[in-house]
């Protein structure tokens, strides 16, 4: 296996009715959700093996995201279905170009149930890169499946990499989420944040001092995500900036998911960070092109004629 990714799956809804808040919306269209599994659709159309580490509800919406799953290639061997626990909900507005709100059901959600058993931490071990996120990290048993599968992948030598992805109701308060963040940045070679994660991350609102913060605790990159103004990307004795493609917004959400499957495919493949910064904003401007979230990653082919172009009106200008 190349890559694991040990996180959430759920069932996403889109309104159909365009700019129409959400509970005037009289239709709906499903889709794969949850950022792991996202990500690991996105890393899988990019050529990658990749693997997911779950839990779902014994119920029917399970059917179909294991289904989906593994039609794009994605490993859910280690995927458990769960009895007495509920697989997540979503449901979004899609009000371009800015206005995206969301419901979440989350009442005993079943990826707080994930468990590493012995034949998944051995595949760790053996994988070239281990992906996480911070919403495992808000209760167990998922937060020790996390912990202790960031913990075996480091001494093993497998990257590592932890998208902060706060949920804020996932936690008591954005202070215990960046106290369990925290906890885990010496088994983490990436970390991915958007400012108001990194600011609970680094509990400061000093950019400087949180990249300090962050890469003095064990990271070799930080990226940090800008929104609408770009990205960089931050190591000890460098800092990239690579500005935003998204040029034609339909929905955003899952722009940030598609981003980290483009940059984390580069790095995997050992690109330079100007390089996977570019790839990581292709892949997002090529998702927030489109609704939903898993369905709209885009093949490798999308993304490197859209750096060609992106090249091409560079070099007119």
């Known amino acids: ?3 694991w990714i040990l996180g959430r799956i759920g069932y996403d809804l889109y309104a159909v009715e365009q700019n129409r808040p959400l509970g005037q919306v009289e239709h709906f269209s499903r889709h794969l959700g949850g950022s792991s599994a996202n990500m690991a659709v996105g890393l899988a159309r990019l050529g990658i093996q990749v693997g997911i580490i779950s ?11 294991l289904g989906l799953l593994g039609s794009e290639g994605v490993d859910t061997r280690f995927v458990a279905r769960v009895g007495g626990f509920n697989t997540s909900l979503c449901l979004t507005e ?45 209760s167990p048993p998922s937060r ?25 109701s996932s936690w008591s308060s954005s202070a215990e989420a960046g106290k369990e ?31 300090e913060s962050v890469l003095a605790a064990g990271p070799k990159i930080l990226v940090r995500k800008l929104g609408a103004r770009g990205v960089t990307a931050h190591t000890s004795t460098s800092k990239h900036f690579a500005p935003s493609q ?10 940030g998911d598609g981003f980290a499957a483009g940059f984390l495919y580069a790095v995997y ?46 070099s007119q200008r």
Not at 151 to 166: E, F, N, P, Q, S
Not at 278 to 300: E, H, I, K, Q
């Open 1 to 3: 296996m190349d890559i």
């Open 55 to 65: 839990a779902v509800g014994d119920d029917l919406l399970a059917d179909y995201l």
């Open 94 to 138: 899609v009000w371009p170009p800015s206005r995206f709100r969301q419901v979440f059901y989350r009442a005993k959600p079943a990826d707080s149930q994930i468990v590493l058993n012995e034949e998944a931490a051995q595949s760790v071990r053996q994988a070239k890169m281990l992906i996480t996120n911070g919403t495992n990290l808000a």
């Open 144 to 168: 020790d499946a996390a912990r202790k599968a960031l913990a075996a992948a480091h001494k093993a030598g497998v990257r590592t990499a932890l998208d902060i992805d706060y949920r804020d």
């Open 181 to 211: 963040a925290r906890s885990v940045l010496p088994w983490v070679e990436v970390v991915l944040a958007n400012e108001e994660e990194l600011a609970l991350l680094a509990g400061s609102d000093d950019p400087e001092k949180q990249i």
């Open 246 to 255: 998204s040029e034609e917004i339909v929905c955003a959400v899952g722009g």
């Open 269 to 314: 493949r050992g690109y330079d960070l100007p390089r996977a910064l570019a790839y990581g904003n292709a892949a997002a401007a090529v998702v927030v092109s489109r609704v939903s979230c898993a369905d709209a990653m885009p093949r490798l082919q999308e993304i490197e004629a859209r750096l060609r172009e992106g090249s091409a009106v560079s």
